[in-house]
């Protein structure tokens, strides 16, 4: 790549992807928003406030830890983890709400709305709504309500409200259509949070751009540790943003190559997953064009994954640009797969990863024997997997 | 000149309003929906539009959402609403239908096909609820090429620039969303109403019909008169959720309330 990579085009399109596919009366909020962020992404001010709430109430940077007890074991690459999970919250999330939040009290908006799978995003949200003193609502399919109880139990504490969506699916796709329901009867007053790079234009470029603190970070942190860049980047991609943030800074660095890892739930061959990328075809959901599960009507299908926070029939489009330009590979990996990753990272480095993440981490474990010692592979640990103990628990038929 | 256009021309000769039914395509079951376009036509119906079922209509209020997923379940699909279109085609000449849906079903099939199919179907418009102008420059070429009107929404928050933007856009009418929420809620406001559309008047010609949250007779005769029609929705589909099991039930309280409406309007 010789020219400076620069998407979204001004409409928000990623080449054919992207874009602003949304009902009339939530083109003026969006325009509104987008309006908001160019001022703000540049106001010295509002960085500065930005970068004190990520330093002192955050916690960053996260430090890039070199698991080295684990890359023996794997006997190749050198594998550095980027420890999101130590952010407050426990996951990525954070960094985004915080950077939406500020820029909803710049725009004087009274109430958040925010929809959320793993309840990841909707416990970020509820935290930095708490802080600001702002009204909070989060939707949150049933079935997830059911799942992921614990987080959903956090967000009341924090004063949210959290509403059970029963529609479709009663997972993550259907909650964004409730949020986007509510958001245009209180077009007014309510700011909507989404928590990943989908949506309509600017959601996908503003999320990657709060996410891309990851990416730049590491970036610095690899070069201090190790004098030189990675070879690899793996992330999970649900959406995709923890995968957006870290492979941002790298996208002009074409010696590392970088890799999404999607939930193939009970394997791509059963139907039963949530790869859109790896199995799925374009089409417009929520606002952007970007690969869908779907079938051949145009009905979107049900996804499966072990890992709420991946389960989800679309992906950023920012990712399906990457993907048609080959500057970054998709790859899939089982629910049994991810728990052996699962296992792996908490009993080789002592960290307990969240499902989502353990699918970054059973990759890393196929990756890392195909290369070098002197390889380096950072591997996105997105969030803890504290959340995910029900979960587990349930899984191994062990009564807590 | 298309059908929409003449309908409107002679509905404004008359000084009449349109009445315009939404149905879901296939609810609660396929072999419904074309005895049911006839009877609203015999009720009073003007236009009618065709819900293309959708598994995310993010657009849509509770009514309507499940009207859809009553349809998916007996696997109505965009191509299952244009053969009945085509159907109702055969013994109606006169009456335009609206195909409206959300644009990932039509990107499915491809742009170029499904114009071809609604060309076919001698469909007369296509409102796409997630398909903005700045999204829909192929779209719109494909169909306007066809002779089928492109119709879009207006919002109570649109700006002058915005409808100036659908004015040159659509053509068929312009369909004005008469508030901010989903389909079928309950706070429209008729006086709001009024204002907007003297904004709206001032920047097109083409006739706009009304839509959302109108429930009654009195209602629709008031939205009615604010615009050139009214548009009937969630109110008609309720009587097909509350009789699923007796579908000549709710057709006949179908067109009894519209026949209402159509009195009220014209009185």
């Not at chain 1, 708490?130 to 614990?150: K, W």
């Not at chain 1, 991609?237 to 870290?246: F, K």
């Not at chain 1, 079938?295 to 890992?307: A, L, N, P, R």
Request: with cysteine; net charge negative; charged share 25%.
């Amino acid at each position: 790549m010789t020219e400076k990579y620069n998407m979204p085009d001004e409409r928000g399109h990623f080449g054919p992807y992207g874009g602003m596919f949304v009902a009339e009366t939530l083109i003026p909020p969006i325009q509104e928003l987008n309006a908001a962020y160019q001022q703000y992404l540049n106001d010295p001010e509002f960085i500065a406030e930005l970068d004190a709430d990520l330093k002192y109430y955050v916690g960053r940077p996260s430090p890039l830890y070199h698991a080295e007890r684990w890359s023996r074991e794997l006997g190749g690459a050198q594998i550095y983890l980027k420890r999101e999970d130590l952010n407050h919250t426990g996951a990525h999330k954070i960094n985004n709400t915080i950077g939406q939040a500020l820029l909803a009290k710049r725009m004087g908006k009274t109430r958040i709305i925010a929809e959320t799978g793993a309840g990841q995003h909707g416990v970020a949200t509820a935290t930095v709504a708490a802080r600001l003193g702002l009204e909070c609502v989060v939707y949150m399919g049933a079935v997830d309500v059911a799942r992921q109880s614990l987080n959903v139990y956090r967000m009341k504490l924090l004063g949210a409200k959290v509403v059970a969506v029963e529609s479709g699916s009663k997972t993550l796709k259907d909650a964004l259509n409730e949020a986007l329901r509510d958001w245009v009867t209180n077009v007014d007053n309510t700011f909507y949070i989404i928590g990943t790079v989908a949506g309509p234009h600017p959601y996908p470029a503003m999320v990657r751009d709060f996410q891309a603190i990851i990416g730049r970070e590491a970036k610095q942190q690899c070069q201090d540790q190790t004098g030189r860049l990675p070879d690899a980047l793996v992330a999970c991609v649900g959406g995709g943003s923890n995968a957006i943030g870290l492979f941002y800074p790298f996208i002009d660095d074409s010696s590392v190559k970088m890799i999404g890892v999607e939930a193939a739930g009970d394997g791509i061959e059963t139907g039963r997953h949530s790869a859109p990328l790896c199995a799925g075809r374009p089409g417009v959901l929520h606002g952007n064009r970007t690969y869908l599960m779907e079938d051949d009507d145009g009905e979107i299908v049900e996804t499966h994954s072990i890992s709420a926070g991946l389960d989800y029939p679309g992906v950023g489009p920012e990712h399906a640009w990457l993907k048609d330009t080959g500057r970054a590979e998709y790859v899939n990996i089982t629910d049994t797969e991810a728990l052996e990753g699962f296992h792996a990272l908490t009993r080789m480095e002592g960290i307990i990863p969240a499902l989502e993440s353990s699918h970054a981490m059973a990759y890393t474990m196929k990756l890392a024997p195909t290369m070098k010692k002197d390889e380096i592979i950072i591997v996105c640990l997105s969030g803890r997997g504290d959340k995910d103990m029900q979960t587990m628990a349930q899984r191994e038929g062990i009564e807590l | 000149m298309s059908r929409l256009a003449a309908t409107f021309e002679e509905l404004s000769k008359t000084g009449r309003k349109a009445l315009i039914p939404f149905v879901t395509a296939g609810d609660p079951r396929p072999d419904f929906t074309l005895p049911l376009m006839h009877a609203m036509v015999e009720a009073g119906a003007d236009v009618i539009e065709l819900g293309v079922p959708f598994s995310d209509p993010m657009a849509d209020g509770p009514v309507i959402q499940r009207a859809s997923e009553r349809a998916l379940d007996h696997k109505m699909s965009l191509r299952r609403t244009l053969a009945i279109a085509a159907e109702f085609r055969k013994t109606n000449q006169q009456t335009p239908v609206v195909l409206m849906g959300y644009v990932n079903p039509i990107e499915a099939m491809g742009y170029e096909d499904f114009a071809n199919a609604a060309q076919r179907a001698e469909i007369d418009g296509v409102l796409t609820v997630d398909l903005p102008p700045e999204e829909a420059d192929e779209c719109v070429a494909l169909l306007k090429a066809r002779g089928i009107d492109p119709i879009f929404l207006l919002a109570p928050n649109s700006t002058d620039e915005r409808i100036k933007k659908m004015d040159a856009a659509g053509s068929g009418y312009l369909y004005y969303v008469s508030l901010k929420g989903v389909t079928g809620a309950g706070h429209l406001n008729t006086a709001d109403v009024e204002t907007k559309l003297n904004q709206i008047r001032a920047s097109t010609h083409l006739p706009v019909a009304i839509g959302f949250g109108v429930k009654d007779a009195q209602t629709a005769k008031t939205v009615a008169n604010l615009g050139d029609g009214v548009v009937i929705g969630s109110a008609l589909i309720s009587k097909i959720e509350a009789n699923q099991d007796d579908p000549e039930r709710a057709k006949r309280e179908i067109v009894e309330l519209l026949g209402a409406m159509r009195q009220a309007i014209d009185s």
